[in-house]
């Protein structure tokens, strides 16, 4: 099973408008990181947030966590055509190791 | 500083065949994980190096392998390839197990045929 899975899969929004993808995951943690990644190619690490951080911004990207609910939440403000890519929440399975990931959430932000 | 380089960029191998792909860390990266993401999934984690140990692995069977070498750079081995091995595999480098995150590469498309 898989330790992260976002939501919705598919996002289509229009330049401009605001987007929010969430991630819910199923053990406890001590970070969860967000990825992008552009049409078959790498990913490019956007942002990580500690276990014992609410919620944490980088630019447009505003990202929140509940550990509680064990559930994130990735904003991006302003969505540009440059934005259009798959979305990837990722916790650590164990502390210090490696990244498990869901389906991602494929954003298309038209202009 | 240099991000994290793979090679070779494609490769086509018929099945039952042996491939090696390579990995170059991140200046002062430590340790690298290996992902295989077939088309319209996400990554599936393969292994991850620390300092020339492996200290994790995926659910992959032991055709798979990889080395890490003393300046943390990796290979991934698979022996006996099967059409499903076809993929994009990416290598990932970081510092002390991905206290602050990995850096990616653009990746090794594998097409077995």
């Known amino acids: 099973s898989q330790q992260g899975e976002e939501d919705p899969q598919a996002l289509s929004i229009q330049e401009g408008e605001n987007a929010t993808m969430n991630c819910s995951y199923k053990?406890?943690?001590?970070?969860l990181q967000w990825y992008r990644q552009n049409s078959g190619r790498g990913l490019v690490h956007l942002i990580l947030?500690?276990?014992?951080?609410r919620e944490k911004h980088s630019g447009r990207l505003r990202v929140t966590l509940d550990t509680s609910k064990k559930s994130s939440s990735l904003l991006i403000t302003a969505s540009r055509a440059a934005d259009t890519a798959s979305y990837f929440c990722a916790p650590p399975l164990q502390a210090g190791t490696a990244l498990i990931f869901g389906k991602g959430t494929t954003l298309s932000v038209s202009s | 500083e240099t991000g994290v380089t793979q090679s070779p960029t494609h490769l086509i191998k018929t099945r039952g065949q042996q491939v090696t792909l390579r990995c170059s860390s991140q200046?002062?990266?430590?340790?690298v994980s290996w992902y295989q993401q077939a088309l319209g999934q996400g990554p599936q984690f393969i292994f991850q190096y620390y300092r020339e140990e492996e200290n994790g692995r995926g659910n992959f069977p032991p055709r798979f392998s990889g080395l890490q070498f003393p300046n943390y750079s990796s290979e991934l081995n698979v022996n006996a390839l099967e059409l499903d091995d076809s993929a994009l595999y990416l290598c990932?480098?970081?510092?002390?197990?991905?206290?602050?995150?990995?850096?990616f590469g653009s990746g090794t498309r594998l097409t077995v045929v």
């Open positions: 947030i500690r276990s014992n951080e």
């Open positions: 200046s002062g990266h430590n340790t």
């Open positions: 990932a480098s970081s510092l002390d197990q991905g206290i602050y995150g990995y850096t």
């Open positions: 053990t406890s943690i001590n970070n």
